[in-house]
């Protein structure tokens, strides 16, 4: 099965890393944003930051991650997106559904009280989501609990 891990630097990444073995008997491809901790993934594929000082830098940034986004996966066509968030890896969950490919989002784990916003628009298109806080899936009943990653 063809499978794209999407994720931001930092904290996503690292839970990420967490859960990546499930995934190496199957061929990925990772979508992410370029730093100096994920500059040597093979088979990656770089978003634009869609952090910027304001509201229409960051809106022009979500349409080229949402371009970049459309080639990834009409080059790809991963059959399973499985993203820890955050904002970058939003339009690339979205226009996925276009290619009929599954969504499997895991939550941060410092998300206790509430999703994060990522999660939350998210949350209505995925497949599968991950919280790893049990009193979560209270507030959001299709939200399932398997556990923490870290």
Not at 26 to 38: R, V, Y
Not at 125 to 149: D, H, P, R
Request: include cysteine; glycine fraction near 4%.
């Amino acid at each position: 099965m063809k499978i794209c891990l999407a994720f931001s630097p930092g904290g996503h990444f690292t839970e990420m890393q967490r859960v990546i073995d499930a995934f190496v008997e199957h061929d990925i491809c990772f979508a992410t944003i370029k730093t100096p901790s994920t500059k040597d993934l093979a088979n990656v594929h770089y978003l634009r930051d869609s952090m910027g000082p304001t509201k229409l830098h960051m809106i022009g940034n979500m349409l080229i991650i949402s371009v970049q986004s459309f080639r990834l996966l009409l080059k790809e066509r991963p059959e399973l997106i499985v993203s820890t968030g955050a904002d970058v890896t939003i339009p690339l969950c979205y226009i996925s559904k276009l290619f009929c490919a599954k969504v499997i989002f895991i939550e941060s784990i410092c998300r206790v009280n509430d999703l994060s916003l990522s999660g939350k628009i998210v949350y209505p298109i995925a497949n599968l989501f991950l919280v790893q806080w049990e009193k979560l899936t209270k507030q959001y009943l299709k939200a399932k609990f398997w556990g923490s990653v870290l």
